[in-house]
């Protein structure tokens, strides 16, 4: 393979990833992938003589590892509010967000009973979150709804929930969670928060000990 059929190569990759950046929901995977489109273009630009092209995109670059170390250090402020039972604001966040919800959590219905356990996680005052659960028993929680905007998929709210939040459920005598989803995505979001999978009512669930 000669260095020209490379050189485009390098280019078609470049365009794609910057293209698969700007589908990105999420702020951060939307730098991630737009970072490394813009180092494939900076080498590109400079390997064909377009000054242009390769000192735009070294700019870009840069400006992407800005907002990434703004994103993983920058201290966020998160705070729970307690869902109450006729709350107007669930019922729109659920007629907007139901049928995504519904992809990791199946079984939710939206009822609630004096048996459920629920808030919404603000983050830096922003609804961004969600967390519905049912008391199974005095020390286990059963999670209808783990489920956070699209705009915060970064772990960040699941690391506030399930570590600076974990006193919490101490407090009201809770030492188990558990949930069941087959859905990849979430199935990996668990296990990164410290889930395991076992056996629980006959089907493979997805536990965490508090």
Known sequence: MDNQLLLEWLGYAASI???????MSSIVKLRIYNLFGSALFTVYGFSIGAMPVGFINLFIFFINIYYLYKIYTEKEYFKVIKIGKNDQYLKAFL???LQEI???SPSFTGEFTDDTFSFYI????????IFIATQKDPETLFIDVDYAVPAYRDFKIGRYLYQDYRQHFVEKGIKRLYTFTNEPKHVSYLKKMGFRQEKMEGKLALVKEI
Request: aromatic content about 14%; charged content about 15%; glycine content about 4%.
């Open 17 to 23: 990833l910057v293209a698969i950046s700007l589908l």
């Open 95 to 97: 007629d907007f967000y």
């Open 102 to 104: 519904k992809q990791f």
């Open 122 to 129: 603000l983050r830096n005052l922003v609804p961004a979150g």
